[in-house]
């Protein structure tokens, strides 16, 4: 039977929509951390959770997710950088009824943060800082943190949070951040120079010793390049420093 749009009558229950941004923020000096919120009403008034809310009906998810963001953090990100990691609809993760999100995350460089519209305030927490989460947010960043170590294997998504030219111990470090290792300097550099993504610059900084680091900068072609044949970068276990 014909229907006019807008008489239609649909039968079965509707749970509601939700996205959640899961923001990794790195640092240098203070490594890697996550944009949480905390929350001004119930449920979970008083706790931390990830920047979301309900999807408006005029929206896609990727669109309501960086709105969520941007109204309760004041923390832009380029639409674009964050990457669907999944639908969590665990049927009693909301006390407020049946609700599924959609969670979305990205890797960025730290920026200035501020609570407002739901949220009391925000904060970056380091990753081995993390209070109890609200809802099931504890469950999607343990999803999140294991998808971001995948990542890193496949694509060189960390030179974005370098300086434009660094030394290989700048890179290292990002990797041993975020993977949570430890890696033999001269192996990691062999392993990071295999991949023809890194060329020399050539610079060295005013007044250095003859023995300062050779500095980089990363090749956006050879990267594409590898990317169309299939980037993969193995770091194995004998690689890893003996503590």
């Known amino acids: 039977m014909e229907t006019t749009k807008g008489t239609y009558t649909y039968k079965y229950p509707r749970p509601s929509v939700t996205t959640d ?13 996550v944009l949480l919120v905390e929350r001004g009403f119930e449920p979970y008034k008083g706790c931390w959770a990830f920047p979301g809310g309900f999807l408006n009906m005029d929206e896609t998810t990727e669109e309501g997710a960086l709105r969520e963001l941007k109204e309760e953090t004041a923390f832009d990100v380029e639409k674009g950088l964050m990457e669907q990691l999944g639908c969590f609809s665990d049927v009693d993760r909301d006390p407020r009824g049946r609700c599924i999100t959609i969670a979305y995350y990205a890797l960025v460089q730290k920026g200035s943060v501020k609570g407002s519209d739901d949220a009391k305030d925000a904060r970056w927490f380091p990753v081995n ?36 030219v660094f030394t290989m111990s700048q890179l290292q470090a990002l990797y041993e951040t ?28 005013i007044n250095a010793a003859k023995a300062a680091p050779i500095r980089y900068r990363f090749n956006p072609e050879k990267y ?16 890893f420093r003996v503590k």
């Open 21 to 33: 941004c899961v923001i990794f923020g790195y640092d240098a000096k203070e490594g890697l951390s």
């Open 129 to 164: 800082e993390i209070p109890q989460l609200a809802f099931d947010h504890d469950k999607i960043l343990h999803e999140a943190l294991k998808r971001l170590k995948e990542l890193l294997f496949f694509q060189p998504i960390g030179f974005s949070l370098l300086p434009e």
């Open 224 to 239: 594409q390049e590898a990317k169309e044949q299939g980037f993969r970068l193995i770091l194995n276990p004998c690689l």
């Open 178 to 205: 975020i993977l949570e290792q430890r890696f033999n300097r001269r192996h990691f550099s062999s392993k990071m120079l295999k991949l023809g993504i890194l060329e020399e610059t050539g610079e060295r900084p």
